[in-house]
C-alpha cells in the first residue's frame, strides 16, 4: 500500500513540475489593431509536437466574412524567412524573401490581398502591419488583443496553425512528389473557432479545429474531414480564449 501511495506522490509532483515548467516559458504577446471595442485574451498551451509553427488570428462575422487579422507570426506575415528551403534543392542560412503558400492557406485567401506573384500569401510587397505580428513562440503564449466588432453583435475567431515538414502516415514525402510547396508543409494547416458574443465578458471559451486547409495553398477552402490529420492535432493541446 504505501508502494502505490509513494507512486501516486510522484506521478503527482510531477505533473505539477511540468504544468509550472509550461507556465514559466508562457509569454505575453501584445497586438494592436486600427480599433478596439472588445478587448480579448487568447491563452495557448503548446502540445507534444509543438516545435515552432506559423499561425494566424483573425475575426469573422457569422456568415464568415473576414472582418480583420489579430495576429500573425512574423516570418509567414512579413514573406521573408529566417532560413530554409526556397526552392527544392536550394537553401538559404540566412533571412530572405520564401513564398510559401502551403503555411496558412485559409487565413491568407480570407484576407484576399495578392500579392503580384500572383499567390496570396504575403510579401514584402503586401505584408502584414508590424502591429499584428510577432515571432514565433517557443513555446506557450497569451495573446492580448482586440478587436472592432462593436456592442452585442456575435463574431467568429479562428485561428490556423501549420508546423512545417510534419508528415504522417496519410500525409508523407512523397504523396505528391512533384509539389514543393506540400513538401514544405505534409500535414495541412489546422483550423480552429469558436464564436464569440462581446457580452460574455470574464467567460473563457474554447476553439476546437473545423477542418484543414488546401495540402499546397491552391485556394481557400476548408476541408472538414480531419481523419487524416494526427500529430498536428498536438501542435497545441488548449485555445482558449477570454473576453475583458
Known sequence: MKTVIFILLIVVLSAC???KKIESTMVNIITRPEQINTQLELNLTPGKYHNHPS???WVEDLEGNYIETLYVTRYF????FGHGETEQGKWKSEPGNVR???TLPYWSHKRNIKA??????PSAETA????LTGA?????FTLKTGSKVIGEKMFRL???VNQPWDSNDFWTNDKYPDNFDYKTSLQPALVYAVTVSPGQTGKTLYLNPIGHSHPWGENGDLFTDLTTITTAHEIFNKIAVTIQ
Open 128 to 131: 502584414v502591419p508590424d502591429a
Open 77 to 80: 506575415a512579413t514573406g521573408i
Open 116 to 121: 503580384p506573384d500572383g499567390l496570396y500569401a
Open 17 to 19: 513540475s511540468s504544468q
Open 55 to 57: 499561425f494566424a488570428v
Open 136 to 140: 514565433t513562440p517557443k513555446a506557450g
Open 158 to 160: 479562428l485561428f490556423e
Open 100 to 102: 510559401r503558400p502551403a
